[in-house]
Nanobody, 123 residues
Framework: QVVLVESGGGLAQAGGSLRVSCAAS????????MAWFRQAPGKEREFLAA????????LYADSVKGRFTIARDNAKNTVYLEMNSLKPEDTAVYYC????????????????WGQGTQVTVSS
């Protein structure tokens, strides 16, 4: 059984930083592309960033490029999203996801999902 568990969300002030983590089990983590998405109330799920199985390739949405950094530790089966220069519009539930193919940005392309962690940015 594949399980993805996000952690590290919470409350931050505008301009501040947070790091969210996603611990994976039940899959060959080191062979999977991992990604982060977010979903705000009333909005569609939005792609943020993806990282290839080796960590050698990363892909970012324009909305977070230069502010967010995705990283992974295959020894710990964990993927991270470092978020800097946070804005109130970054407020959302943040999800990690796994797929076998790198470069995909549509939620439908991802096979496994975590339950999400809330990030709230105050102005």
């Amino acid at each position: 059984q594949v399980v993805l568990v996000e952690s590290g969300g919470g409350l931050a002030q505008a301009g501040g930083s947070l790091r969210v983590s996603c611990a994976a089990s039940g899959l060959t983590f080191s062979s999977k592309t991992m990604a982060w998405f977010r979903q705000a109330p009333g909005k569609e799920r939005e792609f943020l960033a993806a990282i290839s199985w080796s960590g050698g390739n990363t892909l970012y949405a324009d909305s977070v490029k230069g502010r967010f950094t995705i990283a992974r530790d295959n020894a710990k089966n964990t993927v991270y999203l470092e978020m800097n220069s946070l804005k109130p519009e970054d407020t959302a539930v943040y999800y990690c996801a796994a797929t076998s193919i790198y470069g995909r940005t549509r939620p439908q392309s991802y096979d496994y999902w975590g339950q999400g962690t809330q990030v709230t940015v105050s102005s």
